[in-house]
């Protein structure tokens, strides 16, 4: 039972990311690398986070200080990592071949968000795997039996939120249209304020999950229009016929 829990938990938690890597990113270079600097940068903010909550002694009781402050630097190097990329664009043709094309403004803001997606997955839930890697079975000394399942389906919500938020603030950041931005920032707030509920007893792990996934759904469609998409894409896809995107 701890087998099939811990392997059934970890394709929830790391599935869609696994995708997307092998489908999108792997075959490419350069990608590669965007996608592993974004993980850095993530790391990066980490640390800070990690830092400012050693500092700040008298308020390392208080999570939502913890999970606010982690926010506000996991953006702050989200645009350290626009800027950065976007002062190298010249020097990417580099790692290209020569009838190959630099990478896009709009895949860069996808693979970045993946990258961030990689190393917040992976330093969430790792550990919890772990601890459930048996022997054992979940729940059986009174703990609550739908933690790990819980912590892996918001595991995947903030892979595939990341990923729609680096297509996002990219987007609004090249187009100069900051209400975006401004809008990644809030719903990245509201989504980690909301996992603050599931600290009660008994955890509010619904109250927490099913607005986090709707939020998911909205930025996901937002990245979609964003990244060139359209209902007509849509129609063709479900239709068979052929479609195609306007990237800029």
Known sequence: MTTMSLFGATFIAFGPLIAMFIFTIVKDPLKVIIMIAGSFFWLLSLLLSSLLWVIVSPLQDELAFAVIFSVIFQELFRLAYYKLLRKADDGMQQFTDVDQDVISKNQ???????GFALMSST?????????????????????DELFLLTSAFFTCCFTLLHTFWGVIFFYGMDKKKYLMVLGVVVSHLAVSCLTLLNQYDPPMYMASLIPSYVIMVLMGTWAYYVAGGSFQNVLAFFTCKHGGYDFD
Do not use: F, K, R
Request: no cysteine.
């Open 123 to 143: 330093m969430s839930t790792v550990n919890i795997l772990a601890d459930h890697s048996g022997p054992g079975t979940v729940g059986i000394n009174g703990d």
């Open 108 to 114: 860069t803001g996808y693979v970045a968000g993946v």
